[in-house]
T-cell receptor, first 111, second 114 residues
Framework: KNEVEQSPQNLTAQEGEFITINCSYS?????LHWLQQHPGGGIVSLFM???GKKKHGRLIATINIQEKHSSLHITASHPRDSAVYIC?????????????FGKGTHLIIQP | DGGITQSPKYLFRKEGQNVTLSCEQN?????MYWYRQDPGQGLRLIYY???????QKGDIAEGYSVSREKKESFPLTVTSAQKNPTAFYLC?????????????FGPGTRLTVL
């Protein structure tokens, strides 16, 4: 069964720290998503990537296909970054039948 | 503004009652999905629909039913056969972007069965 593993499960840091969240997956993905879920529950898509690196503001997502690993980085973290970050993989051949999700990383940034 | 709406945000029902969760999108997406989220677990796929009048079971379809009569709407019914219905339910829709399926999520409905 295709799986997605995230680490750490919980992370508390001080404002301004550099944050890294890791995601590992099985072989054969066509794309990997990073999602952000705020306390209210709604989910926002941050990145979708299949190779290399993407950057949006203070957020950076990287993926290493050979190592089957992706990371989400947050530079100059701020309390408003506090949320659950979810990694989700679209496995090749999965078509339009959805994603396989990690359990999420609960991030708290303290002022 | 285009987006996905789910209503209501919070829903309470007595055990043994069927309940229908609404999901509407105005993004003109063909595919729609229902996911369930439980504490400490990743989202799990309940049902998905790639086109009007067609839908497929996901990983945890037992105790649920759906319909797709219109492109914009994909309601989910939680039946009394669902053993543990209390959960957070997320609806999503998707479009293909450069060969990849990019999904957009609604705000979710938190269902509590008493």
């Amino acid at each position: 069964k295709n799986e997605v593993e995230q680490s750490p499960q919980n992370l508390t840091a001080q404002e301004g720290e550099f944050i890294t969240i890791n995601c590992s997956y099985s072989v054969g993905i066509s794309a990997l998503h990073w999602l952000q879920q705020h306390p209210g529950g709604g989910i926002v898509s941050l990145f979708m990537l299949s190779s290399g690196k993407k950057k949006h503001g203070r957020l950076i997502a990287t993926i290493n296909i050979q190592e089957k690993h992706s990371s989400l980085h947050i530079t100059a973290s701020h309390p408003r970054d506090s949320a659950v970050y979810i990694c989700a993989a679209m496995y090749s051949g999965g078509g339009a039948d959805g994603l396989t999700f990690g359990k999420g990383t609960h991030l708290i940034i303290q002022p | 503004d285009g987006g996905i709406t789910q209503s209501p945000k919070y829903l309470f029902r007595k055990e043994g009652q069927n309940v229908t969760l609404s999901c509407e999108q105005n993004l003109n997406h063909d595919a729609m999905y229902w996911y369930r989220q439980d504490p400490g677990q990743g989202l799990r796929l309940i049902y998905y629909s790639q086109i009007v009048n067609d839908f497929q079971k996901g990983d945890i379809a037992e105790g649920y039913s759906v319909s797709r009569e219109k492109k914009e709407s994909f309601p989910l019914t939680v039946t009394s056969a669902q053993k543990n219905p209390t959960a957070f339910y997320l609806c999503a829709s998707s479009k293909w972007v450069a060969g990849y399926n990019e999904q957009f999520f609604g705000p979710g409905t938190r269902l509590t069965v008493l």
